[in-house]
């Protein structure tokens, strides 16, 4: 009898959520992470005295438009969200505005500050509220090969779809300006859509600012306590189930014999034998743990990039103070910091000539406002994105200029809140390269491959591989945001790839 029915690659929060359905239907599950803790890019550790960093993803969005959290009931295991509301703060430096989970009271207050818009942020949300509510149903199944079909009659909300076709393939940005005329209110909104990567520019990209009317329905949350929250309670899940996580447990090898996985080997040299092995580390991880000829020649030209994005994580001995603010109003957990859609473009400009972008773009995250565990009291975490940053540079190495990255990110939020520095009591410095030796981010691109349509959907990691099985050795599953949909805190991608491992291993399939 093999050791576990169930062997699991990493413990990130998609492996995590495929281990605890695979537990809770009855099988025998072992997961196995290479680091101290549990959660990959969705952990949560205190680095500073009294301050507890989220080493990853913070907001917690797509997750809530799974029903992950609730058919594992993670609830019993710890989780507790705590709703964030007003769910961002957008500010060019001179005028804010809030984007509210109530969307009649989002679109008032703009209509107040900036006449007309209001009325066109209600007219966006009408025409493209159908679509977003159709890629979300996608992200919740196994891809097929006609999605952007599906997604298109699907979300047409009674509309030719025809007529809706060259907008969906237009650029995000170009979209963007057809709705808002007044760039302080469609600055931000391109800027939320560049989080996943490709620029305003690109062609096809403009689902990434049209599954926006998403946040509205769903909502922001955190788990309090962090980010790693989610994780902590999925290994509760697991290990209430009778699996077992093990941590310090790096995987050197998948052991696959006559064409299928046997199990692992870690690289302490202990063995464990599975009747299937789950990958949810990076595709090029998984790769790399197997012999030369069971890696298809499509798994190694998958586009990674050249990094993206960097964050500096401070703490800080008071609180963030806007400049543009007022009390209770300085009190938001999450900002979109843009002065204008050129910044985006010209930090875009840089990055394609291997320079860190000097003056970046910023998404503010202050989740002590809304969770007083993860700061002393009067203190502050402070975690600012920024993109974008490549990972070759081409002019010295990111150890000799991670300190000058540092500073245009720091100067970058000083034009919002002044007198930040002199509040910094303690940091972390997350550069492409950190991202890639510390969490296992190839290339220090956080969605592990880039995040244009022909990684997406069927083709997410490749045209063959995208129904979370890996091609040629039988019993190998794969998971986490190298697969379809991508990266980002969702979960999605776990319970696929369980359904999928379900109905393989037992007769019972999905429940």
């Known amino acids: 009898m093999p050791d576990f ?13 495929t281990a605890a359905y695979a537990a809770r239907a009855g099988l025998r599950v072992g997961v196995f992470e290479r680091r101290h803790l549990v959660g990959g890019a969705v952990s949560t550790e205190e680095l500073v005295p009294g301050y507890r960093f989220d080493y990853g993803g913070s907001a917690h969005i797509l997750i809530r438009m799974t029903p992950v959290v609730q058919e594992l009931e993670l609830t019993r295991y710890g989780l507790h969200y705590l709703d964030v509301d007003p769910m961002f703060h957008a500010s060019d430096g001179e005028t804010p505005w809030f984007v509210w989970r109530d969307a009649e009271r989002t679109a008032r207050e703009l209509d107040a500050l900036f006449p007309g818009e209001g009325e066109a942020y209600r007219r966006f949300l009408e025409d493209w509220t159908p679509f977003a509510r159709s890629v979300a149903e996608l992200f919740n199944s196994a891809p097929g090969p006609l999605e952007l079909g599906r997604m298109v009659t699907r979300g047409g909300g009674g509309r030719d779809w025809q ?7 237009r650029p995000y940005g170009d979209v963007a300006r057809e709705y808002f005329r007044e ?8 800027w939320m859509a ?5 620029p305003p520019s690109d062609p096809l990209s403009a689902p990434f600012l049209l599954w926006h009317p998403l946040y ?5 949350a955190r788990p309090k306590g962090g980010s790693g929250g989610l994780t902590r309670a999925l290994r509760r899940a697991i290990e209430a189930e009778g699996g077992e996580v093990f941590v310090n447990a790096p995987v050197k090898r998948i052991l696959v014999k006559g064409g299928k996985a ?3 080997a870690l690289e302490s040299g202990e063995t464990y034998t599975a009747r299937a092995v789950v990958s949810g580390t990076h595709v090029l991880s998984t790769a790399a743990a197997l012999s030369p000829e069971h890696v298809p020649k499509a798994a190694r030209e998958v586009r990674v990039g050249n990094g993206f994005g960097m964050i500096l994580r401070l703490a800080l001995s008071e609180r963030v103070r806007y400049r543009r603010h007022t009390e209770p109003e300085s009190r938001v957990g999450l900002g979109l910091l843009i002065r204008n859609e050129r910044q985006l473009l010209r930090g875009y400009g840089e990055y394609l000539a291997g320079e860190p972008t000097r003056d970046p773009p910023l998404v503010a995250m202050s989740f002590s406002a809304v ?3 993860l700061a002393p009291p009067g203190g502050e975490v402070l975690w600012l994105w920024a993109q974008y940053f490549p990972y070759e540079l081409a002019a010295g190495n990111w150890e000799t200029r991670r300190d000058e990255a540092r500073e245009n990110i720091l ?3 000083e034009h919002y809140a002044p007198g930040t520095r002199e509040k910094i009591v303690g940091e972390l410095v997350q550069t492409p390269h950190w991202l890639e030796a510390n969490l296992g981010l190839y290339r220090g691109n956080v969605m592990h491959l880039e995040m244009s349509l022909d990684q997406m959907f069927a083709f997410r990691p490749w045209l063959g591989a995208g129904h979370y099985r890996w091609p040629g050795v039988k019993g190998l599953y794969l998971t986490g945001a190298s697969t379809h949909p991508g990266g980002g805190i969702m979960g999605a991608s776990g319970r696929n790839a369980a359904r999928v491992l379900l109905r393989d291993l037992t007769r019972r399939g999905w429940r």
């Open 371 to 373: 969770d007083d565990s």
């Open 194 to 198: 560049a989080q996943s990567g490709p």
């Open 5 to 17: 029915d169930v062997a699991v690659m990493g413990a990130g929060h998609n492996a995590l959520v």
């Open 411 to 413: 100067r970058a939020f």
């Open 163 to 169: 007529a809706q076709l060259p907008r969906i393939l």
């Open 216 to 220: 509205h329905v769903g909502g922001v």
């Open 262 to 264: 046997q199990g692992i």
């Open 183 to 190: 760039e302080r209110v469609r600055a931000p909104l391109v």
